[in-house]
């Protein structure tokens, strides 16, 4: 197999770049580019066609996911740190689920947590990415982990223009509820299986909050992780609102 497709044990050591690199930087630069042209394209289209293209890309993450379980099936890499219920890993379920639900507060909460939790988190991922040491940036796992972060940011957008609705205290209880429910959940499977999903046990490379981890130990990174998690939540939830509610008055003018 060629080692554009090999995972970082069959990689030379410190393989890929660094934090605020040349590289990290035009990736960015990329990445910005391709999210406004995604949102102005999906903006121009009409109601029926978003439909179809939010139902299109709802499906992305999963078969994104079924591919990288064969390339690490192939390699004999696929380990309990590769089970699709990493904190990202959400978006293959939340995705279809939005994107076909028939229950529109079904609908609604699960936009909630698409536009208020795995758009931020995807937005601080593709900041500090914590697979850019172990792979070139024309690699698959670092293309794999690009895509679907960026796919993170502009999804929650595109949902965002096709609904037109503000999210609602009760849907947000119930998107928010889901999540909650699921730490105790994840914090059992990291001890059972000596993983870190969600990076609940500690922080990964690059990881903003690693100096409180380093300095202040496990559980205050945890306590102070979840909390920081909780405002960028509402920030985001309330920050949507506002431009939603300003964009349907602007409408409502012309």
Same mark, same amino acid.
């Given at each position: 197999?060629?080692?554009?497709?090999?995972?970082?044990?069959?990689?030379?050591?410190?393989?890929?770049? %660094?934090?605020?690199?040349?590289?990290?930087?035009?990736?960015?630069?990329?990445?910005?580019?391709?999210?406004?042209?995604?949102?102005?394209?999906?903006?121009?289209?009409?109601?029926?066609?978003?439909?179809?293209?939010?139902?299109?890309?709802?499906?992305?993450?999963?078969?994104?996911?079924?591919?990288?379980?064969?390339?690490?099936?192939?390699?004999?890499?696929?380990?309990?740190?590769?089970?699709?219920?990493?904190?990202?890993?959400?978006?293959?379920?939340?995705?279809?689920?939005?994107?076909?639900?028939?229950?529109?507060?079904?609908?609604?909460?699960?936009?909630?947590?698409?536009?208020?939790?795995?758009?931020?988190? %995807?937005?601080?991922?593709?900041?500090?990415?914590?697979?850019?040491?172990?792979?070139?940036?024309?690699?698959?796992?670092?293309? =794999?982990?690009?895509?679907? =972060?960026?796919?993170?940011?502009?999804?929650?957008?595109?949902?965002?223009?096709?609904?037109?609705?503000?999210?609602?205290?009760?849907?947000?209880?119930?998107?928010?509820?889901?999540?909650?429910?699921?730490?105790?959940?994840?914090?059992?499977?990291?001890?059972?299986?000596?993983?870190?999903?969600?990076?609940?046990?500690?922080?990964?490379?690059?990881?903003?909050?690693?100096?409180?981890?380093?300095?202040?130990?496990?559980?205050?990174?945890?306590?102070?992780?979840?909390?920081?998690?909780?405002?960028?939540?509402?920030?985001?939830?309330?920050?949507?609102?506002?431009?939603?509610?300003?964009?349907?008055?602007?409408?409502?003018?012309?």
């Amino acid at each position: 197999m060629s080692i554009f497709w090999n995972e970082k044990k069959y990689r030379p050591e410190n393989d890929g770049y %660094g934090l605020f690199s040349t590289e990290y930087f035009l990736v960015l630069l990329g990445i910005l580019v391709i999210a406004i042209v995604a949102v102005i394209i999906f903006g121009k289209k009409d109601k029926k066609s978003k439909e179809k293209i939010i139902k299109i890309f709802a499906w992305v993450p999963l078969v994104m996911e079924i591919l990288k379980f064969i390339v690490l099936f192939s390699q004999g890499c696929y380990t309990s740190n590769y089970y699709p219920i990493g904190f990202c890993s959400l978006v293959a379920y939340l995705y279809p689920i939005y994107a076909y639900a028939k229950n529109e507060k079904i609908k609604r909460a699960m936009r909630c947590v698409i536009c208020m939790v795995m758009l931020p988190s %995807g937005f601080v991922t593709i900041l500090f990415p914590n697979w850019i040491g172990h792979y070139r940036l024309l690699s698959y796992f670092s293309l =794999h982990s690009y895509i679907w =972060h960026v796919l993170m940011i502009i999804y929650p957008i595109w949902t965002w223009q096709k609904d037109r609705e503000k999210l609602y205290f009760m849907d947000m209880v119930r998107g928010d509820s889901v999540i909650v429910i699921l730490v105790p959940v994840i914090v059992l499977i990291n001890k059972i299986f000596g993983t870190n999903y969600w990076f609940l046990s500690a922080p990964t490379d690059n990881h903003p909050f690693a100096p409180i981890y380093n300095t202040a130990g496990e559980v205050i990174y945890f306590a102070v992780f979840i909390l920081a998690f909780a405002l960028v939540a509402c920030i985001f939830g309330i920050l949507e609102n506002i431009l939603i509610m300003r964009l349907l008055k602007e409408e409502e003018k012309i």
